[in-house]
């Protein structure tokens, strides 16, 4: 079974920065596209950014030029960089690792990040 686990999260002024990282386990990294969600109270889960193994990125339109997206193959790991931050990205962020060959995804239990004066 697929692990992921989040971390990086916490609470941070408006203009700040986090930097978030999921490690994989019991994975062939390079099967699967690595991705990073976010869910805010009384909202639907969103994408925020993904990656595939070749290095392509996809980012929402709402963290452009602000988040960036990352990978460590050796590490088995995802970073999230977010820089100038927003009240608007409190949320719980969520790893995701999406099977290019079987079209499964998991899930990492999630981390708060809080944007708050």
């Known amino acids: 079974q697929v692990q992921l686990v989040e971390s990086g999260g916490g609470l941070v002024q408006p203009g700040g920065s986090l930097r978030l990282s999921c490690a994989a386990s019991r994975i062939i990294f390079s099967f699967y596209a690595m991705g990073w969600y976010r869910q805010a109270p009384g909202k639907q889960r969103e994408l925020v950014a993904t990656?595939?193994?070749?290095?392509?990125?996809n980012y929402a339109d709402s963290v452009k030029g602000r988040f960036t997206i990352s990978e460590d193959s050796a590490k088995k790991t995802v970073y999230l960089q977010m820089n100038s931050l927003k009240p608007e990205d409190t949320a719980v962020y969520y790893c995701?690792?999406?099977?290019?060959?079987?079209?499964?995804?998991?899930w990492g239990q999630g981390t708060q990040v809080t944007v708050s004066s």
């Open positions: 990656i595939t193994n070749g290095g392509a990125t």
């Open positions: 995701n690792a999406h099977s290019l060959f079987r079209g499964v995804d998991y």
